[in-house]
């Protein structure tokens, strides 16, 4: 089976810097996305990674730990508009039936 | 990337009615998903829509109640059936693309209340 863990609510300051982490136990393992939603829309996809270490685009990034079943998502310059919530996801095949399961969510708060 | 439109984009139904959903996407896709968020919970996959063939679904969804045509690779439908009020929830439609790396996006969903 799967299992994804992430924190459930954080908050940060605007203009600062926060990391979501995301741990992960699955049976098999192909790659892991991170999405953004935000309140009543629905997820965007922020990023797939597949291999060790870290991706950069703009002021997200997103890294991740094969062999520790770790993943991050760091947002840098935090503003206003990314409070949100994070979701974790892991794509537990490379090919045949593929199905993308997600964690619960982070919740981030942005205040000035 | 893939644009993804949903109709209706929120219904109230009364309960023991039934209600369709359409998706349709601006290009061809092959992996093609429905999915059920319920509000303040994450995105639990209800089955994947399958072209040509029968739809798989997950663990504690059935045919019966949510059926689902995929007549196309651009089109489907997510029927809720005899709806009670733990059906109230947003649907998403979602497509899976494979290029050099995996990108998944969603419809604007479909919130559904049942009275």
């Known amino acids: 089976g799967q299992n994804i863990d992430q924190p459930t609510e954080m908050t940060a300051t605007e203009g600062a810097i926060v990391q979501i982490n995301c741990t992960y136990q699955t049976s098999g393992f192909n790659g892991l996305f991170w999405y953004q939603q935000h309140a009543g829309e629905a997820p965007t996809f922020l990023s797939y990674n597949v291999l060790d270490g870290l991706e950069e685009k703009g002021r997200f990034s997103s890294f991740l730990s094969r062999s520790k079943g770790y993943s991050y998502l760091l947002l840098k310059e935090l503003q206003m508009k990314d409070s949100a919530s994070y979701l974790c996801a892991v794509l537990p095949f490379s090919g045949g039936y593929q199905k993308v399961t997600f964690g619960i969510g982070t919740k981030l708060q942005v205040i000035p | 990337s893939a644009v993804i439109s949903q109709k209706p984009s929120r219904d109230i139904c009364q309960r023991g009615t039934s209600l369709t959903i359409q998706c349709q996407v601006d290009s061809q896709v092959t992996m093609m998903f429905w999915y059920r968020q319920q509000p303040g919970q994450s995105l639990t996959l209800i089955a994947t829509a399958n072209q040509g063939s029968e739809a798989t679904y997950e663990s504690g969804f059935v045919i019966d109640k949510f059926p689902i045509s995929r007549p196309n690779l651009t089109f489907s439908t997510l029927t809720v059936s005899n709806m009670s009020p733990e059906d109230s929830s947003i649907y998403l439609c979602?497509?899976?693309?494979?290029?050099?790396?995996?990108?998944?996006?969603f419809g604007p969903g479909t919130r559904l209340t049942v009275t």
């Open positions: 979602s497509v899976l693309l494979q290029g050099k790396a995996y990108e998944q996006y």
